[in-house]
């Protein structure tokens, strides 16, 4: 006989009050920073949700043990029917197989976790909430896409955020330079997304906004 779930308790989280959307991140600062600053914003969802992040620890970033503290989670804590468990992790095709990627998103679909894949990194999410595509020249668009590094501590997303924004760094996200602009995100990555039934974006894109759709008083 298995042990018994825990109820799940966190300042501010109140069981009859609020749903429960739980966030496995592959970062282990940038995304937590963003998800903090949404929770605050004024846009939030007025019915209730409340984030819990889970951040990658000691490096373990791989899809696969992202996916396996989703299920730490759901095996210490109960687990009500409108809470939600997501995965938010790149597709970083410099790092992961596809068929990684693919046995990744058939256990979400197995196990009824959703599922936001950002093609290639959560930075480009970030980009969108001041860019389009369409702002960039075809092979601009290549360059973003391959993500190369151009020089030892930037990829070419994490300098382009920096152009942009006028700074970037990952572990102390501006998120001022975001949040007012997470409406345009949405809209932007959805009018990407010409296959919203594909378990992630094959090419430039990120299905983050799915997340944020939820998250906000967005249709």
Not at 93 to 115: G, N, T
Request: hydrophobic share 30%; proline share 2%.
């Amino acid at each position: 006989m298995g042990r018994e779930r825990k109820n799940f308790n966190r300042s501010g989280f109140k069981r009859k009050v609020h749903s429960l959307f739980i966030i496995a991140t592959e970062g282990e600062k940038t995304e937590k920073q963003y998800l903090n600053a949404l929770q605050c914003c004024e846009q939030f969802n007025d019915k209730k949700i409340f984030i819990e992040t889970i951040v990658t620890k000691k490096g373990n970033s791989s899809p696969r043990s992202v996916i396996s503290r989703l299920d730490v989670f759901k095996k210490e804590y109960s687990i009500a029917e409108d809470d939600e468990l997501w995965l938010v992790i790149d597709r970083d095709k410099q790092s992961w197989e596809a068929d990684e990627i693919s046995q990744v998103a058939q256990s979400c679909c197995q196990k009824k976790y959703f599922l936001a894949i950002s093609n290639p990194c959560f930075e480009l999410w970030l980009l969108l909430h001041k860019k389009k595509l369409s702002d960039y020249s075809e092979n601009e668009q290549i360059s973003l896409f391959e993500n190369k590094r151009v020089n030892k501590t930037r990829t070419k997303l994490e300098q382009e955020l920096k152009d942009v924004f006028g700074s970037y760094n990952k572990a102390n996200l501006r998120t001022q330079d975001y949040i007012p602009y997470v409406n345009t995100a949405i809209q932007n990555s959805s009018a990407l997304d010409d296959k919203p039934n594909e378990r992630w974006p094959s090419n430039l894109g990120t299905h983050f906004y799915k997340l944020a759709k939820k998250l906000l008083k967005s249709n």
